[in-house]
């Protein structure tokens, strides 16, 4: 009897561990909503981060007039359910400015252009079109109202403004589609579009980064030309203020097609096909 007893009790111990196991095994697996970064400063993250995240800086960029460490893109994003300890992958801005070398640009187009100025972590400014037989073709490049020469070192995110030949003068190009899109890749369409930016308005914007186009002046049609560096104005909004999905729909664009949503479904020509028309110069 006391062998049997022994035996009962040894196995009401034993399924108390089992069920504690249990417990502790499910609370691990437990998933959290991972809070929206972007805008924060990545010392806020360091300083409060009660489900453990690991965070990794995957790049910084440097701003002039921003503070350090301010969070520019996060992976995954705000609002996904993760375990606690999940790996997330952040861009911030860099503390202080870092050298770039500027590329060799004289002779490209402006959509060449823009791309390297881009890759190298430099900023592009002001399209400015000058009487030259070479149409669309980069001449010269400068900062601040100062020529700079391919090879010199100038800091990240430096603001380059571009020279570019008019040709024959007849150098047109039709606004590109930037509904939905943010700040940066906004101004890289229209740049590599060979038009300018024009006025941006912010207000009531809270988090410039993450903001997105919901007006845009002139509008995109697919088929309208405007002359080289034409200015387009930008309106932007916080993304969670306004329904981008709906906006994108209502300029008849395949809303599961965000992230492009140049690719019009009503015969109007797409992105690639004005591309590779030399007289869109897209």
């Known amino acids: 009897m006391l062998h049997l007893l022994i035996m009962l009790g040894i196995s009401i111990v034993l399924l108390i561990l089992v069920f504690q196991f249990i417990r502790i095994y499910a609370r691990q697996g437990?998933?959290?909503?991972?809070?929206?970064?972007?805008?924060?400063?990545?010392?806020?993250?360091?300083?409060?981060?009660?489900?453990?995240?690991?965070?990794?800086?995957?790049?910084?960029?440097?701003?002039?007039?921003?503070?350090?460490?301010?969070?520019?893109?996060?992976?995954?994003?705000?609002?996904?359910?993760?375990?606690?300890?999940?790996?997330?992958?952040?861009?911030?801005?860099?503390?202080?400015?870092?050298?770039?070398?500027?590329?060799?640009?004289?002779?490209?187009?402006?959509?060449?252009?823009?791309?390297?100025?881009?890759?190298?972590?430099?900023?592009?400014?002001?399209?400015?079109?000058?009487?030259?037989?070479?149409?669309?073709?980069?001449?010269?490049?400068?900062?601040?109202?100062?020529?700079?020469?391919?090879?010199?070192?100038?800091?990240?995110?430096?603001?380059?403004?571009?020279?570019?030949?008019?040709?024959?003068?007849?150098?047109?190009?039709?606004?590109?589609?930037?509904?939905g899109k943010t700040p940066d890749r906004a101004r890289r369409d229209i740049l590599s579009a060979s038009l300018n930016v024009g006025r941006e308005h912010f207000s009531g914007v809270k988090n410039r980064q993450s903001a997105v186009v919901y007006r845009q002046e002139p509008d995109y049609t697919g088929a309208l030309q405007y002359p080289y560096g034409t200015s387009v104005d930008l309106w932007y909004a916080d993304p969670e203020s306004i329904d981008v999905e709906k906006m994108v729909r209502e300029f008849k664009v395949d809303s599961s097609k965000i992230d492009d949503p140049n690719l019009i479904d009503d015969g109007r020509p797409s992105p690639e096909q004005i591309e590779e028309n030399d007289d869109w110069a897209w």
Do not use: C, H, W
């Open 30 to 179: 437990e998933e959290y909503e991972l809070p929206e970064m972007i805008g924060r400063n990545i010392s806020d993250l360091q300083a409060d981060n009660p489900i453990e995240l690991d965070v990794v800086i995957v790049d910084s960029i440097y701003r002039p007039g921003e503070e350090g460490g301010t969070i520019l893109t996060q992976s995954p994003k705000g609002g996904t359910m993760i375990k606690k300890g999940r790996k997330v992958y952040f861009t911030i801005t860099a503390y202080t400015p870092e050298d770039a070398v500027l590329p060799e640009l004289a002779g490209l187009t402006v959509r060449q252009a823009v791309s390297e100025l881009i890759n190298n972590g430099l900023q592009v400014g002001k399209l400015k079109f000058v009487d030259d037989p070479y149409k669309n073709n980069v001449i010269d490049q400068s900062s601040k109202g100062k020529t700079i020469y391919a090879g010199q070192q100038i800091e990240r995110g430096t603001v380059v403004d571009l020279v570019v030949g008019l040709g024959d003068g007849t150098g047109r190009s039709i606004v590109p589609f930037v509904i």
